[in-house]
Structure formats: C-alpha cells, structure tokens
C-alpha cells in the first residue's frame, strides 16, 4: 500500500483506520467495533489534517515569495495595454507591436481590474475591462 507524501498514511488507514494486507481481508463490521482502532483512527485523522495543513501553509509561502503586487492606475491614467500573441496569417510574432494604445482608464475596478477606453475616435476604438497585469504606463517621448 502507497504512503501519501503529505499525510504519511496509506489512504484506506486514514478512511477505516487499518491498513489491509490482502482486498479479502477488509471486514470493515469487526474492525468498526473495537474500541482501540477507533481512538488510533481519529488520532491518524487528526494528525494527516495537521499535516495536509502545514504543507499547505508552506506552498503557499513558496507562491507568494516570487510574485509581485498589482499595480493600480487612477483615473485618467495613460497606459498602453498588451495585445494577445496570436495574430493571424503570421507564423512568427517578432515584428508585431506588443502593446497598443495610449488608452485612457476610466474607473478602477475591484480585483486588480481597470475599465479602459481608447483615445481614438476611429475603427480600432478600445473599450472595456482589462487585467492590470497587461498594463503598462504610458510614458510620452515629447
């Protein structure tokens, strides 16, 4: 029988409180009876739940050590927002503009989310919710 790595148990101890040697050997009626399997079952529940979350905690700690916080626009902003990879007709992306805009936001939405609308009176008129992480500032040349 395979040990979880996190919880150090085989999962049919943790679900009846024994580990069987053969699949003929589960009499689930006795084995619920006595009283010593029973405390020795809660006790490797008990002790797998203080583990599952330990190794939860630690996972946890090892994502958010490397990612940044959300960059938040006001209102009025100029930022340029990223366009997706895939462009048709194209087989490589190299030469296309990663970015498009200057687009103007105008709200800051809950869930690191900005509404944007674009400058431009034209066909390529930009409107809607974008992610902050395909965000950029604007920052004029002039």
């Known amino acids: 029988m395979c040990l979880n790595s996190t919880t150090g148990k085989s999962p049919s101890e943790l679900l009846y409180g024994f580990r069987p040697r053969l699949k003929y050997d589960i009499e689930l009626t006795n084995i619920l009876a006595d009283s010593d ?9 008990n002790k797998a739940l203080g583990k599952i979350n330990k190794t939860a905690k630690a996972t946890k700690k090892r994502y958010d050590k490397n990612r940044l916080a959300a960059i938040t ?29 200057p687009v103007r936001v105008t709200a800051a939405l809950p869930n690191d989310r900005h509404d944007v609308q674009s400058l431009s009176k034209g066909r390529r ?9 395909r965000l950029k500032l604007f920052k004029s040349s002039l």
């Open 37 to 45: 399997r029973l405390k020795t079952f809660d006790k490797n529940r």
């Open 125 to 133: 008129r930009l409107r809607g919710v974008v992610a902050s992480d």
């Open 73 to 101: 626009f006001k209102k009025m902003d100029m930022v340029l927002v990223k366009k997706s990879p895939i462009i048709k007709g194209l087989k490589s992306g190299k030469l296309v503009q990663k970015y498009m805009g």
